[in-house]
């Protein structure tokens, strides 16, 4: 028998949010679309049902809201709202989204291309480098919990769902306010450690996941196979992972010894941070992923609060055409000095000294002159131009450097000369539409 919703379909709550109806329920809790009364705003609700108000469930529905309102990342649902309804049971409001998560994606569509498939786990890297430079571990990532919208602009854009077993790790790294021995997570998805205790666990264990999704988003297969949730657990922490070109001989060798590393069930042998993974994953990546892999790296290195604010507050960098083709590791290396640039100062310096003493020459001899009468010939007619700058290419513009604008003319007497051939402008490259995202509401 299903339990009954706390809201119906016209319900208004906290006299703003007018509920429209139900997206979804399951056996603990109920999602709803609503109105904002006022703004004309769409609304996700989450509500516990009466029969989940336990106080370690409300504690953990509480500490998704503080956890997802912590991560500023676009790539996490954004929670507006927190409250309480006169039956006592908590809720809270979200951004509204239109889409799929990528386990239904999969389902309806089938595995991903690779390109594709990274380029989504980056997106939801992003999030969880963040997540974890506030010693959050999400610790339920999983195809499902990764859902697929769009941006205003039409372009993709993945966002971390679910922080609810989330858990703050203490300056010590160790899980914070933990006294349950009960098994948190989606078991298929869980690391070996945290199928021994959900307690002992740190952001590593977020890197096994994201390894599971990678293997089922590009092959549509688990990396353990058994036939009961039991079974799996058992395999997951004592049988060896079905090799991403085992599941699919055509995967990228590249790929497969990523997602092996987060598969290995020691701790200490996996990636030691999402930074890590997603610069492994960085030559296999598109370049609309590659912001990404920058803001990721940036969002590792933070080493206090202040820089990490610094860093979240920077503007999104800005890639031009000749930092397309840059590593990662060439992202963060200064470019070496130009050679002949001293020199090149060095002459610069002593035209200017040759032009200021023509000058000089000029004016004296013009005022020692009989009849007193100032030269006033232009210096430009007696001294000769300094040579053009060199012709060599201007070095790139550093990333997040804004694009140059078009140089302005020079003042002259006679206009500047058009060069006799115009070059061809390069076609714009039409964007491509992601696959399988529908109009499905979460």
């Not at 949730?229 to 004592?238: D, E, H, K, L, P």
Request: aromatic content about 2%; hydrophobic content about 45%; proline content about 9%.
């Amino acid at each position: 028998m299903e339990t009954q919703a706390p809201v119906q379909p016209g319900d208004v709550l906290a006299s703003k949010y007018k509920v429209e109806r139900v997206l979804g329920q399951g056996g603990m809790g109920v999602v709803v679309s609503a109105l904002h009364t006022q703004l004309g705003e769409r609304v996700a609700i989450k509500f516990l049902l009466g029969d989940a108000l336990d106080p370690q469930l409300v504690a953990r529905f509480l500490r998704e809201a503080q956890a997802a309102v912590k991560v500023k990342s676009e790539h996490v649902a954004r929670v507006i709202d927190v409250g309480t309804l006169e039956s006592g049971a908590p809720y809270m409001v979200m951004e509204h989204l239109v889409g799929q998560d990528l386990a239904q994606v999969v389902e309806l569509g089938g595995p991903l291309s690779e390109s594709t498939a990274i380029e989504y786990v980056l997106q939801a890297c992003e999030a969880i480098a963040e997540a974890h430079a506030h010693g959050i571990v999400h610790r339920d990532l999983k195809p499902a919990n990764l859902f697929l919208t769009r941006r205003a602009d039409g372009s993709t854009l993945v966002k971390v769902l679910d922080f609810g077993i989330s858990k703050q790790l203490d300056a010590a790294g160790q899980i914070d306010l933990t006294a349950t021995q009960t098994a948190l997570g989606s078991p298929a998805y869980m690391s070996p450690e945290q199928v021994r205790s959900a307690r002992h666990v740190d952001q590593r264990t977020d890197l096994w996941s994201l390894g599971v999704i990678l293997t089922e988003l590009v092959t549509g297969r688990h990396p353990f196979s058994a036939p009961t949730m039991s079974a799996m657990m058992a395999a997951i922490v004592a049988d060896p992972p079905r090799r991403l070109r085992e599941l699919d001989p055509r995967a990228n060798e590249a790929l497969d010894l990523a997602v092996a590393r987060c598969l290995e069930k020691d701790p200490s042998r996996r990636f030691d941070s999402v930074a890590a993974l997603a610069t492994a994953l960085g030559p296999l990546a598109p370049p609309a992923a590659r912001l990404s892999i920058e803001r990721i790296v940036r969002l590792t290195r933070a080493s206090s609060p202040a820089e990490l604010s610094e860093t979240l507050a920077a503007p999104t960098p800005h890639v031009t055409a000749g930092h397309e083709q840059r590593t990662v590791a060439e992202w963060h290396t200064p470019a070496p000095p130009r050679k002949g640039g001293r020199a090149a100062l060095l002459v610069g310096a002593g035209l200017t000294c040759a032009v200021a003493l023509a000058v000089v020459a000029l004016r004296s001899r013009s005022q020692a002159s009989p009849e007193g009468i100032i030269d006033t010939e232009p210096v430009a007619s007696a001294v000769a131009p300094a040579p053009p700058a060199s012709s060599a290419a201007a070095p790139p513009a550093s990333i997040g450097a804004p694009p140059a604008s078009a140089a302005t003319p020079s003042a002259s007497i006679a206009p500047p000369v058009a060069s006799s051939k115009a070059t061809p402008k390069r076609p714009a490259t039409p964007a491509k539409p992601s696959p399988h995202v529908d109009d499905r509401n979460w």
